[in-house]
């Protein structure tokens, strides 16, 4: 089942690199705290998308990793702010930043045209925290002269911090192409030919994960042993103590076995004793009652509790004040962090979403929302329909400005391929003739932040109104959705509420209005196969395998099929 992807920028490179330095200068312009310490790591992640943009394109252009004097110069800048992302960590975020120097090595990375940028998925979805890297290789053992590889996309900038918290060199960085579950590297030996020679030198690999396979730290350490390099001479910087996925071959396992492995598990940081998560949010909301909860799944969902996907769920905490009860929300470092704080601001204050009080680096602050779920609180249909159409418009016109997301071949390739798998080839032939007319509508399309998860599941009665949970996640989630044409959420509201013709034409016509935007009926009619495709794979793959996933999944499969009927 199609369900993940990578959703990529192209962005001109002299853009990405302004937009860092303008990151730096307000860092350095900021008070000491918190908030100057995240703008700072903000900074750092966006330089790491640039130097990780530049090797790529480098490498696309060879067909190989190679050195090069740009990446030597990425390399350079990028450890120089791990170093002052480390200085302000270590000095509880006291110690003054001096970013001419930074803006100096920064102002040496050149490159023309365009580079495709990736978001670090551990940052802006899986509580990452570059910190972490940096107190893992305080605490190997590991001395100066380790050599640090970064896997890009993501360890390009998590190598630096490695690099940093060991005194060590720049980094190198390498790309990983192939079967996902086998990767393999292409690089130049020259470029680590003296360090694999000499038996002194012992190796650090950086990167998130490991995930299903852990193929990609793997290959790195099977391209080092062909130079002659033993596993003992390696070792692995992970984001986390689990194992491997169910997807590890024999060999990969036995190199993992064979290597010592550091993870940088982010309660290093989030639960730090004097600079961690509890201090940040009493800068903001004041002392805590008592230690932050985590919260396992959703305790808001009533007597009917919601299928189960750990996949995509962020981390949720429980704060109590004496000013109320507090959500704390992992929502994403730097920019994607900053968006999202921004939206659920909107949100907020257009009344469609809980209070809000802070950022605090990655994590969102709102207050706790009582209340009953849609389904359990008897309220009058109209009167949710209204508030639905209400809140949609606001997205249309009262968000920032879309991301990337799926184009319309991307969607149908999904739904085409999903169906399949479910239903088999005669209703992917009929699904296929049907979305034939679906690229043509492109010129239609109003991309927008969509919220892409409009279940009833994710809607509280309060005393104060109706309330969209989890509003800001959806339409930056590590799926292949990403953002869409109100269309896309016009759909998702024709299945996830059962809505009439009757009901969906005063919809789109109250939507549309208020938003000052078209809502073309032949885009969402295309779009709910699609929808209903990408709900099946979701929910079909949800882990840990659950009955209420299952059932869902099966609901998904049935609506296709009924679907598919209807236009037969």
Same mark, same amino acid.
């Given at each position: ?13 002299? @853009?990405? =690199? ?82 001419? &120097? ?14 495709? #940028? ?29 050599? !640090? ?13 490695? $690099? ?28 680590? $030919? ?6 002194? !030198? ?81 800068? =903001?909301? *004041? ?28 981390? =949720?905490?429980?704060? *109590? ?18 968006? =999202? ?29 009582? *209340? ?77 932040? #969509? ?20 509003? !800001?996640?959806?339409? @930056? ?8 044409? !109100? ?15 009757? @009901? #969906? ?14 809502? &073309? ?48």
């Amino acid at each position: 089942m199609i369900v993940y992807g990578d959703l990529e920028r192209v962005e001109p490179a002299a @853009e990405v =690199k302004a937009s860092v330095a303008r990151a730096l200068l307000l860092a350095g312009q900021m008070p000491a705290g918190i908030d100057r310490h995240a703008a700072l790591v903000a900074s750092f992640i966006r330089a790491a998308e640039l130097v990780q943009g530049i090797s790529d394109a480098e490498f696309e252009s060879l067909g190989f990793d190679a050195g090069s004097p740009s990446r030597d110069y990425g390399a350079a800048l990028l450890l120089g702010m791990a170093g002052a992302v480390d200085l302000s960590w270590r000095s509880g975020f006291l110690t003054r930043i001096d970013v001419r &120097h930074l803006l100096l090595l920064l102002s040496k990375v050149e490159r023309g045209g365009c580079v495709r #940028t990736r978001m670090g998925e551990g940052y802006a979805h899986y509580c990452l925290y570059p910190e972490a890297y940096i107190e893992a290789a305080r605490s190997s053992g590991l001395v100066e002269n380790t050599c !640090v590889i970064g896997i890009r996309s993501i360890g390009v900038g998590l190598a630096a911090l490695v $690099a940093a918290g060991l005194g060590a060199a720049p980094p190198v960085s390498l790309r990983p192409v192939g079967d996902p579950f086998d990767r393999q590297i292409r690089a130049d030996p020259d470029i680590l $030919a003296d360090k694999a020679a000499d038996p002194g !030198v012992h190796f650090a690999i950086a990167d998130e994960g490991p995930g299903l396979s852990g193929s990609s730290f793997a290959s790195v350490a099977r391209w080092l042993q062909g130079q002659g390099v033993a596993l003992s001479r390696i070792h692995f910087f992970p984001s986390h103590q689990g194992w491997l996925g169910s997807a590890a071959t024999p060999a990969t396992r036995a190199i993992w076995n064979g290597v010592r492995c550091h993870p940088a598990p982010s309660d290093a940081v989030v639960g730090h004793r004097t600079n961690g998560l509890r201090s940040w949010l009493e800068k =903001k909301i *004041g002392m805590l009652d008592d230690p932050l909860q985590d919260i396992p799944g959703d305790c808001r969902a009533g007597k009917r509790q919601p299928p189960n996907d750990g996949r995509f769920a962020r981390r =949720k905490l429980m704060a *109590g004040t004496p000013d109320g009860t507090w959500l704390i929300k992992f929502a994403g470092l730097g920019d994607v962090g900053e968006r =999202k704080f921004r939206d659920a601001a909107a949100l907020a204050g257009a009344g469609f979403g809980p209070e809000v009080a802070a950022l605090c680096h990655g994590f969102l602050v709102q207050k706790w929302a009582e *209340g009953t779920p849609l389904a359990e609180a008897g309220v009058d249909r109209d009167e949710f329909l209204l508030v639905l159409g209400a809140y949609l418009a606001f997205r249309a016109r009262g968000l920032g400005p879309p991301g990337p997301g799926a184009s319309l071949d991307e969607l149908r390739a999904m739904a085409i391929h999903n169906t399949s798998q479910a239903l088999g080839s005669k209703a992917c032939v009929t699904l296929e003739r049907r979305l034939a007319a679906l690229t043509p509508l492109g010129d239609r399309l109003h991309p927008i932040r #969509t919220d892409n998860r409009l279940h009833a599941w994710e809607w509280l009665v309060t005393k104060q109104g109706i309330l969209k949970l989890d509003a !800001v996640d959806h339409c @930056e989630a590590h799926d292949m959705v990403g953002c869409q044409d !109100v269309a896309w959420d016009v759909a998702g509201a024709i299945i996830e509420h059962d809505l009439t013709d009757a @009901e #969906t034409a005063a919809l789109c016509e109250r939507v549309s209005v208020a938003a000052e935007l078209p809502i &073309h009926g032949d885009l969402v009619a295309a779009m709910l196969p699609c929808y209903l495709a990408f709900q099946l794979g979701l929910w079909s793959t949800a882990t840990p395998h659950n009955a209420g996933a299952s059932a869902l999944a099966a609901s998904y499969a049935d609506k296709i099929s009924r679907c598919l009927r209807d236009q037969s």
